[in-house]
């Protein structure tokens, strides 16, 4: 099993439309929780990180569920803009190797005009 | 732009050869992570350097190694290439004061024929 799972899409939606990614992770002993975006041949970026009592930011909403291992982002009004690969990451505790960055296989996302 | 560069930005090797992947860190940055994004995958952490000394592997062969110098640049090393190693490898680099957020370089594609 994954240690970061994600939905495998790809999504394709229109204008405006409002998409919701979902992510599990395996480790409950994670600690950090991260959304990063991906554009086409390019290097990760970070979106937002997640917080338990979720948070917002403009159009994008991340929640964290730590009981269910569960972790979501809701876009709203997409944009041709948000077209890229998302990518949930988590981060564990401890040292060394631990409390490096884990990635899922990311879920790509087509906005269409 | 993240302050990250890599070089080269495109190389082509042939299997069992060996490969030197460069990386500057963004200013007042002494720790890089060296990940491996093969296609249609999120990244995989490979190893991090803090302070020129190897702080946490992942799950990759001892054929993979690397180096991080006083200004706190970092080389990934392949030897025995494998036509496997065929993918995109980031570094990110971060402060010591905001491990959470890394800052990813745009990446070395490594093509092995």
Not at chain 2, 9 to 22: A, E
Not at chain 2, 61 to 80: C, D, I, K, T
Request: hydrophobic share 30%; net charge neutral; glycine share 10%.
């Amino acid at each position: 099993r994954k240690e970061v799972e994600q939905d495998p899409g790809p999504f394709n939606v229109p204008e405006g439309a409002t998409v919701a990614f979902n992510c599990t992770y395996s480790n409950s002993a994670s600690q950090s929780f991260f959304w990063y975006r991906q554009d086409c041949r390019k290097e990760p970026k970070l979106l937002m990180s997640v917080y338990s009592s979720g948070n917002e930011d403009g159009r994008f909403t991340a929640q964290l569920n730590r009981a269910s291992q569960y972790i979501s982002l809701l876009i709203r009004d997409s944009k041709l803009s948000d077209s890229a690969t998302y990518l949930c990451v988590v981060k564990g505790r401890g040292g060394g190797s631990a409390r490096q960055l884990t990635f899922g296989s990311g879920t790509q996302l087509t906005v269409l005009p | 732009e993240t302050g990250v560069t890599q070089s080269p930005t495109h190389l082509i090797k042939t299997r069992g050869q060996q490969v030197t992947l460069r990386c500057s860190s963004q200013s007042g940055h002494n720790t890089v992570s060296w990940y491996q994004q093969a296609l249609g995958q999120g990244p995989q952490f490979i190893f991090q350097y803090y302070r020129e000394e190897e702080n946490g592997r992942g799950n990759f062969p001892p054929r993979f190694s690397g180096l991080q110098f006083p200004n706190y640049s970092s080389e990934l090393n392949v030897n025995a290439l494998e036509l496997d190693d065929s993918a995109l490898y980031l570094c990110a680099s971060s402060s010591p004061g905001q491990q959470e957020t890394q800052y990813f370089g745009p990446g070395t594609r490594l093509l092995v024929l």
